[in-house]
Structure formats: structure tokens, C-alpha cells
């Protein structure tokens, strides 16, 4: 692309949020007082503190699932790849209110190490959140998780992922989806 040339289209202010897309897409396994375990895909999801371990993730309140976080507050952020993109999109078309979302995708749950909601073995990574805060933000809920364990698949993540291994899935918006084709390396800065 050429970025001297660029010519800007205005875009509509209900879709301007797609300009930060695409977004890394997450499965957050969670639980009710009940017991039945749910999954939810999210795109809306970021770190959000280092000291304290916090990470956000946004629902709007008539999810499923947002119901569950708020009565046990608690919850997982499951990292899927490209082998369960099928899976992914269909637990972020169906509602746990009337699916069996483990079942229905073939997921396989993991005991959560510190958390009673399970994790999802087929994604290649897992960050378990206490509720520490939320926060309604217009038509979503922000709610801020403390991590309290995280762990993830040997191969694919050493001090960072290898792209190689982990093709991880990014929302476009609607039903399409990106990957990372690979690593860049950075060009060469002075110290600032
Ligand atoms: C790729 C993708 C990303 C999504 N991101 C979000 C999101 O960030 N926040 C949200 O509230 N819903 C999001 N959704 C919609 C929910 O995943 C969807 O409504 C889901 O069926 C809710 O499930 P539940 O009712 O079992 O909680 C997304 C859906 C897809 C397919």
C-alpha cells in the first residue's frame, strides 16, 4: 500500500469499531451456580494491567454467559487456533441457554487448576480470572479478570507463541476470519 496515496472513505459510526478489527478471538469457558459449563467467543478481549495480572473481556448482558460470571465470578480465557475455527464460530452463534456447547463442538473439558469452571484441552492455551471489577460500558459489560493461573501447550508457546505451530484465529467481522501469515522482523530503531 502505498501511504502517501491513501484516499479515506467516510465509515459509518456504528461500524467504525471494525476498524480495530480483526481481533484476536478467545473461548471463555464459564460456569453457573447449576453446574453446566459454557463457552463463549469473544473478540472483545485484552491484557489490561501486568502488576496486578489483569485481563478484560467484554459481554453484552443478554449472553448466556454473562449471567454465569456474575453469579460464581469466575471464568477462562481459552486460546483456540485454527483446527477448531468451525467450533469457534458455532459457540459464538449458539446460546448456552438452550445448547450443550462442550458437547455439541466435541470440546473436552479440563479441570480448572484454581477455578471450578472448566477449561477447553483443545485450545492451545488458558488463562484462569477471578471477577476482580466490571464495568457496563454502553450496551457490553467489561469484566476485568485477576489472573490466578495460566499454562500452555510446550511446543507452541515458549517465551512467545510460534506462529508456526499455533495458527491462531482472528475476527474479520460477520463469519470471516483471518491468520497470522508470519513472524516480522523489526526494523531497526535507534534508542529512544
Ligand atoms: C467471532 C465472534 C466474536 C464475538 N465476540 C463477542 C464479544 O466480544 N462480546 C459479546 O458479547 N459477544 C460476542 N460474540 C457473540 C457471542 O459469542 C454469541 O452471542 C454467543 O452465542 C453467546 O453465547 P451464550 O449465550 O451461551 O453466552 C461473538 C461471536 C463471534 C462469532
Not at 105 to 125: D, M, N
Request: net charge positive; hydrophobic share 40%.
Amino acid at each position: 500500500m502505498n501511504t502517501k496515496r491513501m484516499r479515506k472513505a467516510k465509515i459509518a459510526i456504528g461500524s467504525a469499531y471494525r476498524l480495530l478489527h480483526p481481533m484476536h478471538t478467545v473461548l471463555v469457558s464459564c460456569v453457573g451456580k447449576k453446574g453446566k459449563p459454557n463457552i463463549i467467543t469473544l473478540a472483545w478481549a485484552m491484557p489490561t494491567s501486568i502488576n496486578p495480572p489483569l485481563v478484560a473481556i467484554s459481554i453484552a448482558p443478554r449472553r448466556h454467559s454473562h449471567a454465569l460470571i456474575e453469579e460464581t465470578k469466575e471464568f477462562v480465557v481459552n486460546i483456540p487456533t485454527m483446527d477448531i475455527l468451525k467450533e469457534t464460530l458455532f459457540c459464538g452463534r449458539a446460546s448456552g441457554r438452550n445448547h450443550d456447547k462442550f458437547k455439541e463442538a466435541s470440546f473436552t473439558r479440563l479441570r480448572g487448576r484454581k477455578v471450578k469452571a472448566p477449561a477447553i484441552k483443545e485450545c492451545v492455551a488458558h488463562i484462569e480470572c477471578k471477577l476482580h471489577s466490571q464495568i457496563t460500558t454502553g450496551d457490553h459489560t467489561i469484566f476485568v479478570g485477576e489472573i490466578i493461573e495460566a499454562y500452555a501447550d510446550k511446543e507452541a508457546f515458549k517465551k512467545e507463541y510460534d506462529l508456526k505451530k499455533a495458527k491462531m484465529i482472528f475476527h474479520l467481522g460477520g463469519n470471516d476470519f483471518a491468520t497470522l501469515a508470519q513472524k516480522v522482523f523489526t526494523p531497526k530503531l535507534r534508542t529512544y
